[in-house]
């Protein structure tokens, strides 16, 4: 069955960096289009990275120079880098496959200082 599986989340300092890691199985990692979303703490879920099977990225405007999402497909794998990152970054950070039903289970990540 097909399973997103998020890791690399806690606690980092303003200005600071952490890399968030989805692992995927049961599907054909390579064909699909993969994304990195975010729910804060009473705020709806928003799309905050968007990688494409051919490689070519979105980004939401609050993380563009910023965050860097980037995929390995002979590991199934989709990262998320986070440079300087800010307070109001703090949420939990769920994979998706774009498109599909299926989602991690997320990984929280605090911005403090």
């Known amino acids: 069955q097909v399973q997103l599986v998020e890791s690399g989340g806690g606690l980092v300092q303003p200005g600071g960096s952490l890399r968030l890691s989805c692992a995927a199985s049961?599907?054909?990692?390579?064909?699909?289009?993969m994304a990195w979303y975010r729910q804060a703490p009473g705020k709806q879920r928003e799309l905050v990275a968007f990688?494409?099977?051919?490689?070519?990225?979105n980004y939401a405007d609050s993380v563009k120079g910023r965050f860097t999402i980037s995929r390995d497909n002979a590991k199934s794998m989709v990262y998320l880098q986070m440079n300087s990152p800010k307070p109001e970054d703090t949420a939990s950070y769920y994979c998706?496959?774009?498109?599909?039903?299926?989602w991690g289970k997320g990984t929280l990540v605090t911005v403090s200082s």
């Open positions: 998706s496959i774009w498109g599909t039903i299926y």
């Open positions: 049961g599907i054909i990692f390579s064909s699909y289009d």
């Open positions: 990688i494409r099977s051919d490689g070519s990225t």
